[in-house]
């Protein structure tokens, strides 16, 4: 029998219609954090998040996710510090979630997946002119990945979620000002960074990713609110914005350490 070659094609995820790894891409996410293979590096230094609740400026549906957007035409709201050798500028933050709690974020830790995982996106507006730029540059942007979990009620994330119904089709926008999005980050200083990549197009490879150890809790239905949303706009069929996530890469040559021993 002739023995078929393997032509591995690059399959395509449903919701991207685009290849889930880049051609010749050494370094995509997410992933899964091995625990035991993480490393420690005593040089990582504490995380330093400043962030300026009046630079909020609106929530929109981009037909992905939903996004909490930020005036970062200065530096007001930034990151400093961890594995970062410069300030970068929050510019929005967003979540990823699944149909139903048993799945829903990007990254696993030790393959478990969490219901969803917030992401606040950063960019270097030390090295770079814009956030445009700094998605092109390998060092342009860090992104914080806080995973959810079910439980109590999220008292600052509930001032979100009573948004929701008003971005619930893709491409609505709504002024949201006077959020302060430090308060959906743990406490806990522990975390893991590696070097990745944007998780949808234009999936690029330029995003140090900083993954807090510790969840945040959330209640059922504050997870539910997330799932009313629309990928679809006003006066189309509708189809649920849920399983907004992209599947694990594979980890090749990197390396995950970690902030604590
Ligand atoms: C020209 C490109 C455009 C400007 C990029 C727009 C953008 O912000 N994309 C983005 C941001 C964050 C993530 S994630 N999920 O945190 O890895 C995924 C995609
Ligand atoms: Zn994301």
Not at 30 to 45: E, H, M
Not at 73 to 91: F, Q
Not at 110 to 137: C, G, I, Q, T
Not at 181 to 199: E, F, N
């Amino acid at each position: 029998a002739c023995s078929r070659k393997n032509t591995r094609k690059a399959a395509l995820h449903p919701l991207w219609q685009s290849p889930l790894t880049i051609p010749g891409g050494t370094r995509q996410s997410p992933i899964n954090i091995q625990w035991r293979d993480s490393v420690y590096d005593p040089f990582l230094k504490p995380l330093k998040i400043s962030y300026d609740p009046t630079t909020c400026l609106h929530i929109w549906n981009n037909g992905y996710s939903f996004l909490v957007e930020f005036d970062d035409s200065a530096d007001r709201s930034t990151i400093v510090g961890g594995p970062l050798e410069n300030k970068y500028r929050l510019k929005q933050f967003h979540f990823h979630w699944g149909a139903i709690n048993d799945w829903g974020s990007e990254h696993t830790v030790d393959s478990k997946f969490y219901p969803a995982e917030l992401h606040l996106v950063h960019w270097n507006a030390v090295e770079y002119p814009s956030f445009e730029e700094a998605v092109m540059e390998g060092n342009g942007l860090a992104v914080i990945g806080v995973f959810l979990k079910l439980g109590a009620r999220h008292e600052g994330l509930q001032t979100l979620v009573d948004a929701l119904p008003a971005v619930r089709h893709k491409d609505t926008v709504i002024e949201f000002d006077d959020f302060d999005p430090s308060c959906l980050i743990p406490s806990c200083p522990d975390y893991w960074t590696y070097a990745g990549s944007l998780t949808t197009p234009p999936l690029t490879e330029s995003v140090t990713w900083i993954i807090k150890k510790k969840p945040i809790e959330v209640d059922e239905d504050q997870l539910e609110a997330f799932r009313t949303l629309l990928f679809t706009s006003d006066g189309e069929e509708e189809r649920r914005m849920v399983d907004n996530f992209r599947p694990l890469q594979p980890l090749m040559n990197r390396t995950v350490r970690s902030s604590f021993r």
